[in-house]
């Protein structure tokens, strides 16, 4: 049997298990795994990886709703897509953001407007839900009806963050129908605190920012959404966890049979906290939240992705260009993070390459209802990646895809990189040059 495009020879990795094999696409979707197979078109990936096409559930492309900036991030979904893409993912998830008082649906349709026309890879949406109101609840219906199934909640930030009575509401209601719950926890109120504190002692900027918020401040907000979630019956992802004091939480629920999930970002497992004691517009780049932590820290944090207690690796790509001598937070990362977890987790031993491909790929397709994503067995969308495990780049604007004048990771080295990308059967990233079609991207309805 002859097949539309068959990718022979390379190193299959699964989430499972990693042998050589060659895989058949038909019809845009995997068709076959196996030897000696045939197709119309054929690429020799001998040498190389051959990976599920990477899923990132945290991405804000094209977003001016963020307080306190107010200017919209650096990347559309054009060109932050065709960073990814070139970066080995093909699916995205972003947020829908809906003003306090605004219909649900209308925030929702006009963030697929934002993207209509504009993504080179698949994409659906999260609902941030921001608005305390309880008649807003009757709305979440309408948004799985539109294929969005998971539902984000901040406990930090003024304009975002929920009152605990709000968010076990919303809890309730998206549990009630088997969607996912993601929070965003800190402990706000202290952190406030600890800053204004901070403040008075002339102990202010980036330098300071872990010391305005410790693991303990993001520890019991964990514990809260957990506690929350468990008495509202819904499914919980908790983002960006950045200590082991959190993840103590995840692990401690997970034991007890909870339905909870935890995300850890590329930037908390790989960036240096002394970054954040320069001066200057990289520093100011880097100073989220919750914050880049120490060495200790980032180690535990690589423990629990290697245990599983830590499910997802994403980047939480959100830049901002810089303005007036300053730069809003937010990190860079959707391009090169599956080449930072090869690279500082692979490569170091610290999981293996199974993991890799579960933490960067499967795992969050799973979590988000993509039924057809992350995966390289038969009825999948055909989305695959070659990746050239020798391949060395040093990170910079220079090889880098997104428009912005900086690099988060600028300067680091890594081993390992995507040189071919496949959506739907279709070639859309080659030997360093994009060839796919603008716009070609499709929102993706998903299941529960």
């Known amino acids: 049997m002859s097949y539309d495009l068959v990718v022979r020879g390379g190193l299959v990795v699964t989430s499972e298990r990693a042998g050589v094999a060659d895989v058949a696409v038909s019809g845009g979707r995997i068709a076959a795994l196996g030897t000696g197979l045939t197709g119309a078109v054929e690429r020799d990936a001998r040498g190389l990886y051959v990976i599920p096409g990477a899923v990132d559930g945290h991405v804000h492309f094209d977003d001016p709703t963020f307080p306190p900036y107010a200017t919209r991030t650096a990347d559309s979904f054009a060109t932050g897509t065709r960073a990814a893409a070139f970066g080995g993912v093909t699916t995205v998830i972003d947020f829908a953001q809906p003003a306090v008082g605004r219909s649900l649906i209308d925030g929702l349709e006009q963030r697929l407007a934002d993207a209509a026309g504009e993504a080179v890879i698949d994409y659906g949406l999260h609902l941030n839900l921001r608005d305390p109101d309880p008649d807003r609840l009757a709305e979440v219906a309408d948004e799985f009806e539109r294929g969005v199934c998971s539902f984000k909640l901040y406990m930090a930030y003024e304009g975002y963050r929920l009152p605990d009575a709000a968010i076990f509401r919303v809890m309730q209601a998206v549990g009630s129908r088997g969607g996912l719950t993601v929070v965003h926890a800190e402990n706000d109120d202290v952190i406030g605190e600890l800053t204004r504190r901070l403040d008075t002692e002339g102990k202010s900027g980036p330098a300071w920012l872990a010391a305005a918020c410790p693991p303990a401040a993001e520890a019991e907000a964990v514990h809260r959404a957990i506690v929350l979630a468990g ?132 795992r969050p397709a799973a979590l988000f209802g993509l039924d057809h994503k992350g995966r390289l067995r038969p009825g999948s969308d055909a989305d695959i990646v070659l990746f050239d495990p020798r391949k060395r780049v040093t990170l910079s604007p220079d090889t880098l895809h997104s428009p912005l004048p900086f690099s988060s990771y600028e300067g680091i080295e890594v081993c390992g990189f995507p040189v071919t990308t496949i959506s739907r059967g279709e070639v859309i990233v080659d030997d360093g040059a994009f060839v796919g079609a603008p716009g070609r991207g499709r929102f993706v309805e998903r299941g529960i």
């Open 231 to 362: 008495l509202a019956g819904t499914r919980l992802l908790v983002f960006h966890l950045s200590c082991r004091e959190a993840a103590h939480e995840v692990a401690r629920a997970k034991r007890t049979g909870r339905a909870v999930a935890a995300e850890v970002t590329s930037h908390g497992l790989v960036l240096e906290q002394s970054l954040l004691d320069a001066d200057g517009l990289h520093a100011e780049s880097l100073a989220v939240r919750p914050p880049i932590r120490d060495a200790e820290q980032r180690a535990a944090l690589w423990d629990a992705v290697a245990a599983g207690t830590i499910d997802v690796v994403e980047s939480d790509h959100c830049p901002r260009v810089p303005r007036d001598k300053t730069h809003p937070a937010g990190v860079s990362g959707v391009e090169a993070r599956v080449a930072l977890v090869h690279t500082f987790g692979v490569r170091t031993g610290l999981i293996d390459l199974c993991r890799w491909v579960d933490a960067c790929c499967t």
